[in-house]
């Protein structure tokens, strides 16, 4: 299963780091997946904000896009030996408020509880 967790109650301008375990996955399945993190607003679909292609490798470098929204700001990122996905936030703004969940980026795992992350102005 998806366990995020990071989240919390920052001001405009602060930092926070989501981290993403994918509890009882073996390696051998986490490795091959593209990994994403979303965002979801309260009557809103879940969004993609940032993905990571690739295990990072050297046969298999990594590849990261992100929405428009969070270009520079953000940064995703994979640990396979510990099978978790990180999304380093930076730079916070009250928009950005949301749960943020991790997934496959073809959405393929049943979805986490989420973490909250709240940005007060």
């Known amino acids: 299963r998806l366990v995020e967790s990071g989240g919390g109650l920052v001001q405009a301008g602060g930092s926070l780091r989501l981290s993403c375990t994918a509890s009882?996955?073996?390696?051998?399945?986490?490795?091959?997946?593209?990994w994403g993190w979303y965002s979801q607003v309260p009557g809103k679909q879940r969004e993609l904000v940032a993905g990571?292609?690739?295990?990072?490798?050297?046969?298999?470098?990594?590849?990261?896009n992100y929405a428009d929204s969070v270009k520079g700001r953000f940064t995703i990122s994979r640990d396979n030996a510990r099978k978790r996905v990180y999304l380093q936030m930076n730079n916070l703004k009250p928009e950005d408020t949301a749960v943020y969940y991790c997934n496959t980026l073809e959405g393929s795992l049943p979805w986490g509880q989420g973490t909250q992350v709240t940005v007060s102005s």
């Open positions: 990571i292609v690739g295990i990072g490798s050297t046969s298999s470098p990594s590849s990261t």
């Open positions: 009882g996955m073996i390696t051998s399945v986490f490795n091959p997946h593209d």
